[in-house]
C-alpha cells in the first residue's frame, strides 16, 4: 500500500557531506514517524534518527551534532542531512514509515522499509 524510494547515497571522503532523502508513494490516510536506520556488514540495523509527524526528532547518539533529520508532509518526503562523515558512517541506509490505514473498522497502523542506498566514506 506505501512504498518508500530513497535516494542520495553514495561514496564521499571523510568530512565531507551527503544528504538522503526518502519519498513515500501509494494509498495511505496518514504517514506517521518517519526514520533512517542503517546496517554495516557483520552488524545490526541500527536506528539513525527518527521524527514525527508532528516533527519531533531522536537521534543516536553516534550522530548527534553531525546529522539532521527533516521531513515535509506535503511530499510525504524525509530526509537526512549527513554532515562531518566517518568511515564508521559506512553502511546501506533504510528508511522506514509507520502509516495509517483506513479500514471498515477503523484505523490500521503499518510500517515499511525502503530498499536501502549504500553510503561508503572513505578515509
Known amino acids: 500500500q506505501v512504498q518508500l524510494v530513497e535516494s542520495g547515497g553514495g561514496l564521499v571522503q571523510a568530512g565531507g557531506s551527503l544528504r538522503l532523502s526518502c519519498a513515500a508513494s501509494?494509498?495511505?490516510?496518514?504517514?506517521?514517524?518517519m526514520g533512517w536506520y542503517r546496517q554495516a556488514p557483520g552488524k545490526q540495523r541500527e536506528l539513525v534518527a527518527v521524527i514525527t509527524s508532528g516533527e519531533e526528532t531522536k537521534y543516536a547518539d553516534f550522530v548527534k551534532g553531525r546529522f539532521t533529520i527533516s521531513r515535509s508532509n506535503a511530499k510525504n518526503t524525509v530526509y537526512l542531512q549527513m554532515n562531518s562523515l566517518k568511515p564508521e558512517d559506512t553502511a546501506v541506509y533504510y528508511c522506514?514509515?509507520?502509516?495509517?490505514?483506513?479500514?471498515?473498522?477503523?484505523?490500521?497502523?503499518?510500517?515499511?522499509w525502503g530498499q536501502g542506498t549504500q553510503v561508503t566514506v572513505s578515509s
Open positions: 501509494g494509498s495511505f490516510f496518514m504517514i506517521n514517524a
Open positions: 522506514n514509515a509507520d502509516y495509517t490505514i483506513v479500514v471498515t473498522t477503523g484505523y490500521r497502523y503499518l510500517e515499511v
